[in-house]
């Protein structure tokens, strides 16, 4: 029964989308690109796949133990809701590419099998500890850790604002972020999404948990002043969004999840519909919900006609792949690429990883990237749950963001690697525990 209920909220969920959609594309020209065009045998083959893939979820789900996979749990969820649905909606209403959807499905399959296979494999992750003789030492690592932290942030800020400067305003962050990007260096960017991405805010996070609340005053003016920087909107509300994640599944509201995105399309369309109220439907609907969608479409377009990217224009690796001789294939970034093909203008249309799976290494990139998102979510499970439901919290904020908005190889590197190091120097450190020292914790 709770199966079928939640099939149902889906498809009421994609109801909402496809009424919001139509109405969208009477508020939103996008260069003429997008546009509403019933399409019934696509409309029919959309509902089929949506009805298959909320079966295939919740199936998948009802298989997981949350407890022991909490972060795989409920970000598969919510990807599914941001990532999934949206782009079934979208499918049966406009003129989009067939191999684009056909790629799409044979994507979140392979994330279907993955997850289930790995889900049954009976293995431990040691954590490695220090051990008595060595607490001293990991005391230091993490004030060291901090201290780089923190000077590292207050450096950029009065560098690139020629001063320490606060500011929370959401108008300019697109310019300040550009100004940024040309002018910082490869190592500046690293460690700008490291410290202001991840370590920053599991600090922040970590020390409300254990209910230092100083210490988390003094992360959290240091996270506003991180987004002081560059403008990026993830950083500034990671930490609040991680609190009212953990709000959710603390209180069981995370079983409603199907209920709840439900719920925000349906008051979202109702609010423009009977009193004109826009920002629901706009910041939502739209900028969450269909822009990525439609560029799941562009992207596939645009790199089937055209050379892959093979990873030149990842921030990592383009750097070492330009040692070597190789260059990218374009002399603009994609997301403006892809922005003149799709609008005519100047622009920066970036998607998340599925479309980037694809620019990179065409079909293969798709199923590499499917079975690497689960390792990822697999090894965040071992890590995250032994630092309590406020860091899984933060697990789950930090997966569901950046798969909206970052390749694969930038998810491993810029998430995952500061992630296991933040847990390795903080876990059961003096600092946040009392404790006897151990080596090796078994999980």
């Given at each position: 029964?709770?199966?079928?209920t939640?099939?149902?909220?889906?498809?009421?969920?994609?109801?909402?989308?496809?009424?919001?959609?139509?109405?969208?594309?009477?508020?939103?020209?996008?260069?003429?690109?997008?546009?509403?065009?019933?399409?019934?045998?696509?409309?029919?083959?959309g509902?089929?796949?949506?009805?298959?893939?909320?079966?295939?979820?919740?199936?998948?789900?009802?298989?997981?133990?949350?407890?022991?996979?909490?972060?795989?749990?409920?970000?598969?969820?919510?990807?599914?809701?941001?990532?999934?649905?949206?782009?079934?909606?979208?499918?049966?209403?406009?003129?989009?590419?067939?191999?684009?959807?056909?790629?799409?499905?044979?994507?979140?399959?392979?994330?279907?099998?993955t997850?289930?296979?790995?889900?049954?494999?009976?293995?431990?992750?040691?954590?490695?500890?220090?051990?008595?003789?060595?607490?001293?030492?990991?005391?230091?690592?993490?004030?060291?850790?901090?201290?780089?932290?923190?000077?590292?942030?207050?450096?950029?800020?009065?560098?690139?604002?020629?001063?320490?400067?606060?500011?929370?305003?959401?108008?300019?962050?697109?310019?300040?972020?550009?100004?940024?990007?040309?002018?910082?260096?490869?190592?500046?960017?690293?460690?700008?999404f490291?410290?202001?991405?991840?370590?920053?805010?599991?600090?922040?996070?970590?020390?409300?948990?254990?209910?230092?609340?100083?210490?988390?005053?003094f992360?959290?003016?240091?996270?506003?002043?991180?987004?002081?920087?560059?403008?990026?909107?993830?950083?500034?509300?990671?930490?609040?969004?991680?609190?009212?994640?953990?709000?959710?599944?603390?209180?069981?509201?995370?079983?409603?999840l199907?209920?709840?995105?439900?719920?925000?399309?349906?008051?979202g369309?109702?609010?423009?519909?009977?009193?004109?109220?826009?920002p629901?439907?706009?910041?939502?609907?739209?900028?969450?919900?269909?822009?990525?969608?439609?560029?799941?479409?562009?992207?596939?377009?645009?790199?089937?006609?055209?050379?892959?990217?093979?990873?030149?224009?990842?921030?990592?690796?383009?750097?070492?792949?330009?040692?070597?001789?190789?260059?990218r294939?374009?002399?603009q970034?994609?997301?403006?690429?892809?922005?003149?093909?799709?609008?005519?203008?100047?622009?920066?249309?970036?998607?998340?990883?599925?479309?980037?799976?694809?620019?990179?290494?065409?079909?293969?990139?798709?199923?590499?990237?499917?079975?690497?998102?689960?390792?990822?979510?697999r090894?965040?499970?071992?890590?995250?749950?032994?630092?309590?439901?406020?860091?899984?919290?933060?697990?789950?904020?930090?997966?569901?963001?950046?798969?909206?908005?970052?390749?694969?190889?930038?998810?491993?590197?810029?998430?995952?690697?500061?992630?296991?190091?933040?847990?390795?120097?903080?876990?059961?450190?003096?600092?946040?525990?009392?404790?006897?020292?151990?080596?090796?914790?078994?999980?």
């Open positions: 029964m709770r199966r079928i939640n099939i149902i909220m889906i498809s009421i969920f994609k109801i909402f989308l496809e009424i919001a959609y139509y109405q969208i594309s009477n508020l939103y020209i996008y260069g003429g690109i997008y546009y509403y065009e019933f399409i019934l045998n696509k409309y029919i083959i509902w089929f796949i949506c009805v298959s893939g909320s079966t295939l979820l919740w199936f998948f789900v009802d298989n997981i133990d949350k407890n022991i996979f909490p972060i795989t749990h409920y970000s598969l969820q919510i990807l599914f809701y941001l990532n999934f649905v949206p782009t079934c909606a979208i499918y049966g209403i406009s003129d989009y590419s067939s191999k684009a959807f056909v790629l799409f499905i044979i994507f979140w399959m392979i994330i279907f099998v997850g289930y296979f790995t889900g049954k494999i009976k293995h431990k992750l040691p954590l490695l500890a220090f051990d008595k003789e060595s607490i001293k030492i990991q005391e230091i690592l993490l004030v060291c850790l901090i201290c780089i932290c923190t000077i590292f942030i207050i450096a950029e800020n009065y560098k690139y604002n020629n001063g320490i400067r606060i500011n929370i305003d959401l108008s300019d962050t697109y310019v300040i972020r550009e100004e940024y990007s040309e002018s910082a260096s490869t190592l500046e960017g690293l460690l700008m490291a410290f202001g991405g991840v370590i920053n805010p599991f600090l922040a996070l970590y020390s409300l948990e254990k209910h230092k609340y100083k210490c988390f005053i992360f959290l003016i240091i996270q506003i002043l991180d987004f002081s920087i560059a403008g990026h909107k993830t950083q500034l509300f990671l930490i609040p969004a991680a609190i009212i994640v953990k709000w959710i599944l603390k209180h069981g509201v995370g079983k409603y199907s209920f709840c995105f439900m719920t925000l399309s349906g008051i369309l109702f609010l423009w519909v009977k009193f004109s109220f826009l629901v439907i706009d910041m939502f609907l739209r900028r969450m919900f269909l822009v990525p969608s439609i560029l799941n479409f562009k992207y596939i377009e645009y790199f089937s006609a055209h050379p892959k990217l093979y990873f030149t224009e990842d921030l990592l690796f383009s750097r070492i792949l330009a040692g070597l001789g190789i260059n294939p374009y002399s970034a994609a997301g403006t690429t892809i922005s003149m093909f799709w609008t005519g203008s100047a622009g920066y249309s970036n998607n998340g990883l599925f479309g980037y799976a694809y620019a990179d290494c065409g079909f293969i990139g798709v199923i590499l990237s499917a079975v690497i998102l689960i390792i990822i979510f090894f965040m499970d071992y890590l995250g749950r032994s630092f309590g439901i406020q860091i899984v919290s933060l697990s789950i904020v930090l997966i569901a963001v950046n798969i909206l908005s970052v390749s694969i190889s930038t998810l491993f590197y810029n998430v995952l690697l500061p992630f296991v190091l933040v847990c390795f120097v903080c876990y059961k450190n003096p600092i946040f525990d009392k404790r006897k020292g151990i080596t090796i914790v078994s999980k």
